[in-house]
Every structure is written in structure tokens, then in C-alpha cells.
């Protein structure tokens, strides 16, 4: 069966990324307050971001000789003025790369070079990983300009080579071309892979805002957020970065996400709504410095990147009095689920479909489930990507244009969804599949465990489930420890869930910029410890 949105469907504006967002319509003046840096204190107003977007435009094109259709790459961890770079690479008619504040030389490398880019907006801090880079995919030193106010080494900042006096008119589009036309090229966390390039058209993302525009009942003028993520995956990039600017909040930027960064700006400006990548959660919780802070100005935590364990979510709460509301999305298609906001939320729910979205859930044979029913979650509506760059045969659609999550998932009659995992991260034993955070919730709740991921074994055609865990101070690995942690486990789930393939040590589960474990890696490995 299909399922719909409980929300009734909207019309999505029919415009550009840069005109629906500075439409304004909350009518504020030009000199509220959109952007703060909460380190330094340096801060955008409405009318700053907007002018000096459009200058940026201007001398992308003067300087730069930038053209419509061309690609500039931000490699940066957030900064104040992230927004300038970005919109006014819109306004300039362009498409916006971001780029992994992670990577190294070769992942950077690979993805300037899939992704076509020409400009690239550096943070000095990365600026020796970007220089390596650009050699390998051939962009000149001259196509390379920083954040701040210093030059180094011959690099300048954005602002002096390309902010003067003169602004562009940004680029309009017919409703035809907003539809056709680029304007994101984010790339995926690879936690099944490498990652793939996704193009994102300029009525994706007004999809997408004009869908949070509906469902966020709880942002207003008066709001003040901060994001604990980065803006360069999807969750940073739109709703922080696009929404600040149409819900006219103030938004704390914060360039690193250190405990005492996160819980200072907190303490300092009232914070009352945070925008947290999952793993935060965990490392407030674990981080005994988060207790000696005032947080109680905030209202609440809008989680994302994945789904937050019972057990996180139970601690947090009672340490902090904060509630944690949990969405669901892809960068394929930014929000699909958005939380449930009000006082009949359902425990453990992802939340609700997005305006104008559309589900089905099919059986590994391609038959369509209904309520309750657990299976691989398809998704349809307007913020769903154009294609993968450059690898258009991946993306798996349908002949109705639904597209293929990789996730597992149910939902029930009220239309609540529940993310059971990842469909490549599923074990396929025996005699039933299992899902690795089921196990994983239960290693977590060892006194000697301090971070767990089970991946499968595979031998012949069946996979075993195996648990790497990293131990707290205090512990010392051994055969007997590691045996000892297996039978908690195995004495708390059925036959064919227990840790067949035993429990390894490692010192680190290894995990990207969001906090997703990297299971790939950690199978690869499997086979190699396996083998010696």
C-alpha cells in the first residue's frame, strides 16, 4: 500500500533557492541579527547576508571569471559567513560542493575531480590538505581563496580579492529550469561505501524548506538555535543555513564542537533550540564538564545523522531536563521524517512523512507491506534528488518515481515511522536476519563497554554477528573479558541473535564527521582478523 503524509500537501514555490530564501516573509528589518559566531561574537544581519552575498556573486564573477554552471567547493568547518559563500555562489547562477571537514588529500582530490570544481573556499586550518589536493585534480593556486583575515602563504581571503562595491541581480529561473537546474552537490557520508555526488536542484531545497516550514511549529523570530553539526552535510546546509535566514531566528555558528564550545555558547546567549548530530548526544552524556553548565534556556534537541538508542536518549533526559526529538533523512532528499513535536509523541518514533511525501515499504521480493509491517522504505515527493553525479545508473528508482532508501523500517496506523536499520547493514543469518543496533543497545549497557558496532561474519553463504567494542579506563582486554561480554549478550536475545562470531577489542569504532559508524571498514577488517 502507499502511505501519505498526515500533513495536508503544499504548493511548493516555483523559484529559485536565492529568491525564495531572502523573500522575507516574516517582514524583519535589515538589521536583525541572523548569524553569530559564538566563539568571537561577530555577527550578519539580514541585510549584511543579502548584500554582501550578492557582492560575492559579483566578484566570483570579475575576479574569477565565474559562470553559470560552474562549481565552487567550500572546505571548512562552519564559519559566520559560510552563508555569504554559499548564496552568493547561488546568486552567481553556480553549484555549491561541500566538502568533509575530514577528509584527506586523496578523498578531497577525488571528489573536486568528480565534482567538476573550478573555486574552492578554504579554512586556513585546511588549508595544507587543500593545497595537495587541488594539485592532483588541477586547480590553480589563484582558484583558491580563504575564510578569515589573513593571507598565508600567498593564499588571501575571499573578502579582499572578492568583496567591492558593486552587486549582481542573482539569477532568476523559469519553474522549468528550477527544476532542472543544479544547485547542490553534496556528497554522501559513506558508511556503505564510497561516497556518491548527489545533485540537488533549486526546487529540491525549496521543497524541502517550504516542507519545514509546515511542519516546524516551534521556530519564530524570538528563536535563538545553534547547530552542533556540520554544514557541510544536508541537516547543517539546509536547515540551518537556508531556514535561519526564512524563519528570521538567530543562529549561534560555532566552528568547533568541543563540550566546553557547545555548552559555553549554550550558558552565554540563551540558546532555546539546538540542532545536534546524534553522536553529541552520547558525548554530552559521557562528558562530566556538560553538568557544570546552565542549559536550562533550551526548550529542546532536534537530532539527526542516526537513530538515537532508548538508552542515550533516557540518560540525557534525566541528566539534563532537556527532551530530544528525533528526525529522519538522506541526502538524497534532506527531511523525510519530521519529529513529532507534540505532547502524543510515540516513543522510539523517527517521526512523521514530510508534506507532499509519499512511502511504501516492499519485501525482500518486492511485495508491498502495510501497517507494521517491517521492509526496505521507498520515498517519493518534490525535495527527492535529481540523480547521482556521474554515476546515474546507481540511483535506484521505480517506474512511479518512488526511491529506494536502503533502509528498513515500519510504520503504524497513526502513521508514526521506526527505523529498524540500515537494509546493508541487516545480518543475514540462518535462520532469521538481525539487526546490529538490537545488539549493539544491549553491549552498551555493559559496565565495561564504552562504544560497540556487530557486523556479520560471512562464512559460505550464512553471516555470523560479531561485536567490536572498545573497553572504559579501568578495564583491560582479555579472553576472559571478551567471553564475558558475549554472554551478557547472548543471555539476553534469541538463539540465532547471539554473538556467533565472538567479541573483538578495538581501540576506536571507527566513524565519520556525523557520528555513523563506518561498518564497512569494520567488515573488512572482520575478514582480514578472521583470516590471521
Excluded at 487 to 503: H, I, M, N, P, R
Aim: charged residues 20%; glycine residues 6%; hydrophobic residues 40%.
Amino acid at each position: 500500500m502507499i502511505f501519505k503524509s498526515k500533513f495536508p500537501d503544499i504548493k511548493i514555490p516555483q523559484v529559485g533557492i536565492y529568491q525564495y530564501v531572502t523573500s522575507n516573509p516574516k517582514k524583519i528589518p535589515d538589521d536583525k541579527v541572523t548569524f553569530v559566531d559564538g566563539i568571537t561574537g561577530r555577527s550578519y544581519t539580514f541585510g549584511e547576508i543579502v548584500h554582501e552575498s550578492k557582492k560575492f556573486a559579483a566578484g566570483l564573477q570579475d575576479k574569477l571569471g565565474f559562470k553559470c554552471g560552474d562549481v565552487l567547493t567550500i572546505f571548512s568547518p562552519n564559519q559566520v559567513d559560510y552563508p555569504i559563500v554559499v548564496l552568493g555562489t547561488i546568486a552567481a547562477g553556480g553549484k555549491v560542493a561541500t566538502a568533509n571537514v575530514y577528509y584527506e588529500a586523496v578523498d578531497l582530490s577525488l571528489q573536486l575531480t568528480d565534482s567538476g570544481t573550478s573555486v574552492l573556499i578554504v579554512h586556513p586550518d585546511n588549508l595544507e590538505v587543500a593545497i595537495e589536493a587541488s594539485i592532483e585534480a588541477k586547480i590553480p593556486a589563484s582558484m583558491i581563496l580563504l575564510f578569515g583575515d589573513k593571507e598565508i602563504n600567498g593564499y588571501k581571503p575571499y573578502f579582499s580579492v572578492l568583496i567591492n562595491d558593486r552587486e549582481i541581480e542573482p539569477i532568476c529561473y523559469t519553474p522549468e529550469e528550477a527544476k532542472s537546474t543544479t544547485a547542490y552537490l553534496l556528497y554522501t557520508s559513506g558508511t556503505t561505501g564510497n561516497p556518491k555526488g548527489i545533485e540537488l536542484t533549486h526546487t529540491n531545497v525549496v521543497a524541502s524548506l517550504a516542507q519545514k516550514t509546515t511542519a516546524e511549529s516551534k521556530l519564530g523570530t524570538y528563536s535563538l538555535t545553534t547547530a552542533v553539526t556540520q554544514f557541510c552535510h544536508v541537516f547543517g546546509l539546509i536547515w540551518i543555513v537556508h531556514a535561519t535566514l526564512l524563519f528570521a531566528t538567530t543562529t549561534i555558528v560555532l566552528s568547533n564542537h568541543s563540550v566546553k564550545t557547545i555548552c559555553e555558547s549554550i550558558q552565554k546567549y540563551k540558546v532555546n533550540y539546538v540542532y545536534v548530530s546524534t553522536g553529541t548526544i552520547i558525548t554530552l552524556v559521557n562528558d562530566p564538564l556538560a553538568q557544570q553548565y546552565d542549559l536550562s534556556s533550551v526548550e529542546m534537541i532536534l537530532s539527526g545523522g542516526f537513530m538515537l538508542d532508548d538508552k542515550w536518549e533516557r540518560k540525557f533526559c534525566k541528566m539534563f531536563k532537556i527532551p530530544i526529538f528525533q528526525g529522519y533523512g538522506l541526502t538524497e532528499a534532506c527531511t523525510v521524517l519530521h519529529p513529532d513535536t507534540t505532547k502524543n509523541a510515540v516513543q522510539g518514533s523517527a517521526g512523521i512523512l514530510m508534506p507532499n511525501m509519499k512511502a511504501k515499504i516492499l519485501s525482500d521480493d518486492g511485495v508491498e507491506l502495510g501497517y507494521n509491517e517491517p521492509g526496505g522504505l521507498w520515498i517519493q515527493g518534490p525535495n527527492l534528488f535529481k540523480s547521482y553525479i556521474n554515476k546515474k545508473e546507481v540511483a535506484t528508482f521505480d517506474k512511479d518515481g518512488f526511491f529506494y532508501t536502503e533502509d528498513v523500517v515500519s510504520v503504524d496506523k497513526q502513521g508514526n515511522y521506526f527505523i529498524i536499520d540500515r537494509r546493508n547493514n541487516i545480518i543475514r543469518c540462518e535462520e532469521a536476519d538481525v539487526s546490529p543496533s538490537e545488539l549493539e543497545s544491549i553491549l552498551l549497557t555493559h559496565e565495561a563497554v564504552s562504544d560497540a558496532a556487530v557486523v556479520g561474519y560471512k562464512k559460505e553463504v550464512f553471516e555470523f554477528p560479531t561485536a567490536y567494542v572498545t573497553i572504559k579506563n579501568g578495564y583491560k582486554q582479555s579472553q576472559t573479558l571478551a567471553e564475558e561480554i558475549q554472554s551478557f549478550v547472548d543471555e539476553k536475545v534469541a538463539s540465532y541473535k547471539k554473538l556467533s562470531g565472538g567479541v573483538l577489542f578495538i581501540d576506536r569504532i571507527p566513524k565519520n564527521s556525523i557520528g555513523k559508524t563506518q561498518r564497512f571498514l569494520l567488515k573488512k577488517k572482520l575478514q582480514n582478523d578472521k583470516m590471521n
